[in-house]
C-alpha cells in the first residue's frame, strides 16, 4: 500500500472514530448508564466523548493534510515572532480586566465571606495601622492560624486608602503574571513565540487558576506564578533567580514548604543539579516543620488546628504519620476512590491528560495526597486555594510533555500529531474553563459570585449605623463589610454565640441561610432571643435585616420579633437561599 493510501485509512479510521465518539456514543451513554450514577458524572462524561470525537476528527483532518512542506509553512505563519509577546501581554491585561471586575463585584454584593476575605483584610488593616498581625477571628494574631507573614508587604497601600479591593487587585495581578513565566518556558522548550502564547492562553483559561482567583483573597495565590517562575529559571539554569522564587514561595504559606522540599528533589534526581536540589529539599521540609509546630504553636498557644482535619488517621501528628506508612488499609481507600478520581481528572483532562506524561507532575504529589486525606471537602475539589501547590507543576508537566511528544513527531515526520495536540489543548482547556467548570458562573461548586439579595439596599443601610469602632458581630457574608475594626466577631456557625458576649452590636440579615454550616430561621429566633436576654435591644430591622445593639434600642420589639420572626414562614427549618458547597467536579 503506497503512503498516500496508508495516510488516507488512518484518516478515515480517526474520522470515524470521532463521528462515533461525537455523535453516537453520548446519546447512547445517555440510555444506558445505570441511574444510580451521578448526572453531573454522566454529563461530564457525554460531553467528553463529544470534545474527543471533536478531537478525532481534527486528527483525521491533519493527517490527510499536513505534509512537512505543509508543516513548514503553517509553522513559519504562526511563530508569531513579532506578535506572540503583544498578544500574550494583551491576554494578561484581558484577564485582569475580567476578574478584578468579577471578585470586586462578588465582594460588593456581598457574595464573598470572613472566611477568608474578612479575616486577611483585617489583617491588613490592623497591620498599617501597627497591630501587626492581629485578629479577632479564631485567634489573636494571625501568624497563629497560617505562617504568610508577606502578606503585611500589602499594608502600605491600606495607608494610601484602606480598602479590600487592594486584596482582590493583588490576587487578581499576579495570578495574571504567571502567565509570563509559562510563556518564557513554552517559547523555550518547544522553539518558538507562538507556542509561548499557546500555552500563556492555556495558564489563563485553565480552571483552577480562575477558582483560585475567584474565592475571596488567599496570599498563597502568589505561590503560583512563584514557583512557576522558579521552574522557568531552574530549567534555564538561573540558579540564584529560582532561590529568590522558592524563598518567596516559601513564605507565601507553611504547607508550601513540603511543595519546595519535592521540586529540590525531583531537580537533583532529573536535572543533574544535585546540590541545588537537596538544599532546597531541605530548606523546605525543615522551613515547613518549623512553621507547623515551632511558630504557629508559639503565636497560638496551642497546636495548630489544620491537625483536626487529619483526626481520622491519629490522635496527633505522630500517630498520623506513622498510620499514615503503616496503615494502607485506612489511606488508600482515599487516595484511589472516587473523589482521588474526580480530584485527578479535574487537574488533567483539561491539558488532554498531558500532564501523565512528564515526571514534574510527581512534585505535585505532597499537596495532592495531604489535600485528598482531609476531611475539610474543599481540600478536596479543585476550586479552592489548596490547590495552588499544585497548578504549577500541572500546568509544568503539559507543557513539557508536550515539547517532549512534539521532538519525538518531528524526528518521524509525524506532523499531524503537533497540530492535534495544539487544537486539543485549545479545545479541552477551552470547554472546561468556558462551558463545565468556568470559574465565572455559579454552578454550586463554590460560594456563589451573581446571587443578588432582595434586601440588598437595607443591609447596607444598616452597615452605615454601625459606627466604625464599635465592638461588632455578624455573619459570614457581612463581616467582610465591617473588617476594618479591632474588634469583629463572626457567628459563622448557630450554635456558636460567644460573640454575643463581647460586642455592642450585632447584625443579621435573617433571609439569608448561606454558610458551611447550614442556617434556618430559627437560629436567627435563637440569637435574636438570646441577645435580648444579653441585654441588646432593637435599632433597626428593615426587610428582615436586623441590627441590635447593646444596653439601647429597644428591647420589648426585640423580644416581640424573636418569637415572631418565624411564625409566617411555613419552610422556616429549611434553608431557601443556602449555599452548600455541593461538589459537581466529574
Not at 467528553?48 to 483532518?61: D, E, H, P
Request: proline letters at 6%; a neutral charge; aromatic letters at 14%.
Amino acid at each position: 500500500m503506497s503512503t498516500r493510501l496508508q495516510t488516507a485509512a488512518v484518516a478515515a479510521g480517526l474520522a470515524g472514530l470521532g463521528l462515533v465518539a461525537a455523535g453516537v456514543a453520548p446519546g447512547w451513554m445517555a440510555q444506558a448508564v445505570p441511574a444510580d450514577i451521578s448526572p453531573q458524572i454522566v454529563r461530564y462524561a457525554r460531553q467528553m466523548l463529544a470534545a474527543t470525537g471533536l478531537l478525532l476528527l481534527c486528527a483525521a483532518f491533519f493527517v490527510a493534510v499536513v505534509d512537512p512542506a505543509r508543516h513548514q509553512r503553517w509553522s513559519a505563519a504562526l511563530s508569531l515572532h513579532r506578535w506572540a509577546p503583544r498578544l500574550a501581554a494583551l491576554a494578561v491585561l484581558l484577564y485582569v480586566a475580567v476578574y478584578f471586575p468579577f471578585t470586586a463585584q462578588r465582594y460588593w454584593h456581598f457574595n464573598a465571606g470572613v472566611y477568608d476575605l474578612g479575616v486577611q483584610d483585617q489583617v491588613v488593616w490592623n497591620t498599617a495601622h501597627g497591630r501587626w498581625y492581629a485578629s479577632s477571628i479564631e485567634v489573636g494574631n494571625y501568624m497563629g492560624d497560617h505562617f504568610k507573614p508577606l502578606v503585611a508587604l500589602l499594608a502600605p497601600f491600606y495607608l494610601i486608602a484602606p480598602s479590600v479591593y487592594w486584596l482582590l487587585a493583588f490576587q487578581t495581578v499576579v495570578l495574571a503574571l504567571g502567565a509570563v513565566p509559562v510563556y518564557r518556558l513554552a517559547q523555550r522548550r518547544l522553539g518558538a513565540p507562538g507556542f509561548g502564547l499557546l500555552f500563556a492562553l492555556l495558564y489563563l483559561l485553565y480552571p483552577s487558576v480562575g477558582y483560585v482567583n475567584r474565592f475571596d483573597f488567599h496570599w498563597e495565590a502568589a505561590a503560583i506564578p512563584l514557583l512557576l517562575a522558579a521552574i522557568d529559571d531552574t530549567d534555564a539554569k538561573r540558579w540564584r533567580r529560582a532561590s529568590l522564587w522558592l524563598a518567596l514561595a516559601l513564605l507565601s504559606k507553611e504547607d508550601i514548604g513540603l511543595t519546595v522540599a519535592a521540586f529540590g528533589l525531583w531537580l537533583a534526581w532529573r536535572r543533574q543539579a544535585l546540590r541545588f536540589g537537596l538544599a532546597w529539599a531541605a530548606a523546605g521540609i525543615g522551613f515547613a516543620l518549623f512553621a507547623m509546630f515551632v511558630i504557629i504553636p508559639a503565636f497560638r498557644a496551642a497546636p495548630s488546628d489544620s491537625f483536626v482535619r487529619y483526626l481520622w488517621l491519629g490522635a496527633d501528628p505522630i500517630e498520623m504519620l506513622r498510620n499514615l506508612l503503616l496503615r494502607p488499609d485506612l489511606v488508600l481507600p482515599r487516595l484511589l476512590g472516587v473523589d482521588a478520581v474526580r480530584f485527578v481528572v479535574s487537574f488533567t483532562a483539561p491539558l488532554l491528560f498531558l500532564p501523565f506524561a512528564h515526571t514534574i507532575i510527581l512534585v505535585a504529589l505532597p499537596a495532592a495526597v495531604y489535600n485528598l486525606l482531609s476531611t475539610e471537602m474543599a481540600q478536596r475539589v479543585a476550586y479552592f486555594h489548596y490547590v495552588a501547590p499544585i497548578v504549577p507543576f500541572v500546568i509544568a508537566a503539559a507543557l513539557l510533555a508536550s515539547a517532549r511528544i512534539f521532538a519525538w513527531a518531528r524526528r518521524v515526520q509525524a506532523y499531524w500529531l503537533v497540530w492535534t495536540i495544539c487544537t486539543g489543548l485549545l479545545i479541552f482547556t477551552g470547554w472546561h474553563s468556558l462551558v463545565f467548570n468556568n470559574p465565572l458562573a455559579d454552578d454550586g461548586a463554590v460560594p456563589p459570585a451573581w446571587t443578588r439579595l432582595p434586601n440588598e439596599a437595607a443591609v447596607r443601610q444598616a452597615l452605615s449605623l454601625i459606627p466604625p469602632e464599635a465592638a461588632v458581630l455578624t455573619t459570614n457574608y457581612y463581616g467582610t463589610h465591617l473588617a476594618h475594626r479591632t474588634d469583629l466577631y463572626l457567628m459563622f456557625d448557630p450554635a456558636d454565640t460567644k460573640g454575643l458576649e463581647w460586642a455592642e452590636l450585632a447584625l443579621f440579615n435573617t433571609i439569608d441561610y448561606r454558610s458551611h454550616h447550614p442556617w434556618a430561621c430559627q437560629d436567627y429566633a435563637t440569637t435574636l432571643q438570646q441577645a435580648h436576654d444579653q441585654g441588646f435591644g432593637l435599632v433597626y430591622n428593615v426587610e428582615r435585616v436586623v441590627l441590635v445593639q447593646r444596653a439601647a434600642g429597644d428591647r420589648t420589639a426585640l423580644q416581640e420579633l424573636a418569637s415572631a420572626l418565624c411564625r409566617d414562614e411555613p419552610h422556616a427549618s429549611e434553608h431557601a437561599h443556602k449555599h452548600a458547597y455541593e461538589e459537581v467536579q466529574p
